[in-house]
């Protein structure tokens, strides 16, 4: 694996998620493989879970880690071409290949606009890193896929699951503030490549883009997309359509027990976190017996695991 920002960059997912849980059931047999190295992890927006679980699982391959907020240091530049002459300091050719050298793996986080969907959509940010960098990028989320939170959640997927090929039902829910699509993107494409059933709920004008979507199945009727789901997966997002708006806030799609109760198979309740409570899901779910997401963000340290295990057996040679 040379970098990790999306399913194209995965050869085999069951391996991978073997992987993972190998190293879960015995975290330090590949402290080995890390040695002498260093990932540096940088974050142009804030995370909790992404930045902690990345550190954990470089630093229990025997890596050692540099982690940055990219607003701590100078405004990176990243349009061909730019006269530098207003906010920009250093450009990503600069910055790419001087980080690459003190790094042997870079993490990048970025978000995406919301305003620009062209921008966003050709990955700028990340795909320039991987451009001028020289040693491997491993998205930590990026601004349309997230792909070690997916990641994620297969491997909680496929430990919960009461049956070989269970479904899965990604719903939207309403929320506050305007949020990217890259957490409802990037679950989609790899549960397209997963051995589950899955279908997509949302209110109309909430349609992610097709090359995202794949042959996913689309159900506008939250309580027809319900019916039998072993997994119910919560989460907002902004409208790709109507790029970066709210379209809806009707508390109807919230996430709640009787849902679960009475629309579903007994599902588990999956969000990435973080969550708004009594805005996406009631307390109710978070609190009870349903919800798995603490499980899910424990799952976060293995991925990026499995992840960076793949990449340092390159780099050993
Ligand atoms: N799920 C997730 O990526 O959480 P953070 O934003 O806290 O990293």
Not at 158 to 172: A, G, H, I, N, T
Not at 177 to 197: C, G, H, K, T, Y
Not at 232 to 260: A, F, M, V
Not at 274 to 284: G, Q, S, T
Request: hydrophobic fraction near 40%; charged fraction near 25%; aromatic fraction near 10%.
């Amino acid at each position: 694996m040379k970098h990790f920002t999306s399913t194209k960059d995965i050869a085999d997912l069951a391996a991978l998620v073997a992987s993972a849980r190998e190293m879960k059931a015995n975290p330090f047999a590949y402290e080995h493989l890390g040695k002498n190295k260093t990932m540096v992890l940088l974050f142009f927006n804030p995370s909790l879970r992404t930045r902690l679980s990345t550190e954990k699982a470089a630093n229990t391959l025997g890596m050692k880690v540099i982690s940055m907020n990219a607003d701590s240091g100078w405004v990176i530049e990243f349009e061909e071409g730019a006269v530098m002459n207003a906010g920009s300091a250093e450009h990503i050719k600069e910055a790419a290949p001087v980080i690459s050298q003190y790094g042997d793996i870079i993490g990048v986080r970025t978000f995406p606009t919301l305003k620009d969907r062209e921008r966003d959509y050709q990955e700028q940010v990340i795909e320039a890193f991987k451009r001028y960098a020289t040693v491997p990028v491993v998205s930590l989320e990026s601004a349309t896929r997230h792909p070690l939170q997916s990641l994620a959640d297969v491997i909680t997927i496929e430990e919960f699951k009461q049956k070989e090929r269970p479904k899965v039902v990604l719903s939207w829910a309403p929320h506050v503030r305007a949020l990217p699509q890259a957490v409802p993107n990037s679950f989609v494409e790899w549960m397209n490549i997963a051995n589950v059933d899955l279908v997509v709920t949302h209110p109309e004008g909430y349609e992610l883009a097709d090359a995202y979507m794949g042959g996913a199945k689309l159900e506008y009727n939250q309580e027809k997309a319900f019916e039998g789901a072993d997994f119910i997966y919560g989460k907002n997002w902004s409208s790709y359509r109507e790029y970066g708006q709210i379209l809806n806030q009707d508390p109807n799609w919230r996430i709640t027990q009787h849902k679960l109760d009475h629309w579903t198979n007994q599902a588990k309740f999956m969000h990435c976190l973080p969550v708004r409570r009594n805005v996406v899901v009631d307390d109710a779910v978070l609190d009870g017996p349903n919800s798995i997401v603490i499980a899910q963000a424990n799952n976060r340290t293995w991925a990026a695991m499995a992840v960076l295990r793949e990449i340092l057996v390159e780099l050993n040679g």
